[in-house]
């Protein structure tokens, strides 16, 4: 996909930093480019997907991730392994934020509760961007 999706950790309505491990976790198995000067990562998925991820992880701790030029399938997956891990939410531009679990609803700012939609796995983010 061509735009950008950004991920976020809120806490009573506010952004807050996330855990710099889940984001290791998640992704680093992946990683075969880095440019941490940049915050720079390139994923290569095992079924031959691909993704730019952009995340500063400082003293364990990064403030947001931006996810661009994704494929779909594994990739995906592997962004909903990291929102689980990380307790984070996807905020694609013109859909609904996608959340990790039904608990997370009522930390994010008002205006993004309602249309929330939980996502077990890459296919569930697939279908809600192809929805918009």
Known sequence: MSYDMFVQWFERGDAAPMAGGAFLAAFEPRVDRRELQHGYWHISADDGGTADVYAAVVDDSLDSLMISRFSVGAVLDLLVKFIGLAD???????????????GQRHHLPGELRAEAVVVQAGADVERVLQSC
């Not at 984070?88 to 039904?102: D, F, I, K, Q």
Request: proline share 20%; with cysteine; hydrophobic share 45%.
């Open 88 to 102: 984070a939410v996807v905020l694609p531009p013109g859909c609904p934020t996608l959340l990790a679990h039904e």
